[in-house]
């Protein structure tokens, strides 16, 4: 695609239940980056990956929150037993280089609400 | 570590006039910096970097930002505002070495008056 996708686009869940999101970057794009953005917030850094290697993981706020990607291309951000106050929007963002000069292109993110 | 402070969490400009968001950063390291655009349920848009080279950028939508390392500050600026600038826009820096994390301001909210 001509953009990174990520799905669903809203999410609904109970608290204490499961969640997958998904994220399709850019192809060809090297670095895979995820973001939470909380109401009125800038966005904040969750992980980084490199390929398939996840190199920066500082930003994952639990235990509860894990992220992957095996073939360093989709990547897939699972969050366990949710809480309330993990309802935000999270982003995902790749980019082709391995620099930071490399502007990171986002998708359009999963609002995730948690009830 | 990086920090950035946006100042003014909304902004609101008449049709035609000056847009001037301001940014300020703090970084350890040569700074990569960026204006990102985000309107209502979209994620963000890159309107222009400042990397290396010079100091004045020029991005999409007649946007511009000037890099001043004396000040700490990238502000973004516009001659003339227009409706469809109205959206929420983030400053954000990042390391000059490697693949780097973005670390953003809380964002600046620009409403423009007919």
């Known amino acids: 695609g001509a953009g990174v996708s990520q799905s669903p686009r809203y999410k609904v869940a109970k608290r204490g239940q499961d969640v997958a999101l998904r994220c399709d970057p850019i192809?060809?794009?090297?670095?895979l980056f995820w973001y939470q953005q909380a109401l009125g917030q800038g966005p904040e850094f969750l992980t980084y990956f490199q390929n398939e290697a996840q190199l920066d993981k500082s930003g994952l706020p639990s235990d509860r929150f894990f992220a992957e990607r095996p073939e360093g291309s989709v990547s897939t951000l699972k969050i366990q037993r949710t809480q309330q106050e993990d309802s935000a929007v999270y982003l995902c963002?790749?980019?082709?280089?391995?620099?930071?000069?490399?502007?990171?292109?986002f998708g359009d993110g999963t609002r995730l609400s948690i009830l | 570590a990086q920090s950035v402070t946006q100042l003014g969490s909304h902004v609101s400009v008449s049709e035609g006039a000056l847009v001037l968001l301001r940014c300020n950063y703090s970084?350890?390291?040569?700074?990569?910096l960026f204006w990102y655009v985000q309107y209502p349920n979209q994620g963000l848009q890159l309107l222009l970097k400042?990397?290396?080279?010079?100091?004045l950028v020029k991005g999409i939508n007649g946007f511009e930002a000037e890099f001043k390392k004396s000040e700490t500050s990238f502000h973004l600026t516009k001659p003339s505002a227009h409706m469809s600038d109205a959206a929420e826009y983030f400053c954000?820096?990042?390391?000059?070495?490697?693949?780097?994390?973005?670390?953003f301001g809380q964002g600046t909210r620009l409403t423009i008056n007919p």
């Open positions: 970084s350890s390291v040569p700074p990569y």
């Open positions: 400042y990397t290396t080279g010079a100091t």
């Open positions: 963002a790749s980019s082709y280089a391995l620099r930071g000069n490399q502007p990171q292109h």
């Open positions: 954000a820096v990042s390391g000059a070495q490697g693949a780097q994390k973005l670390v």
């Open positions: 192809s060809g794009h090297v670095s």
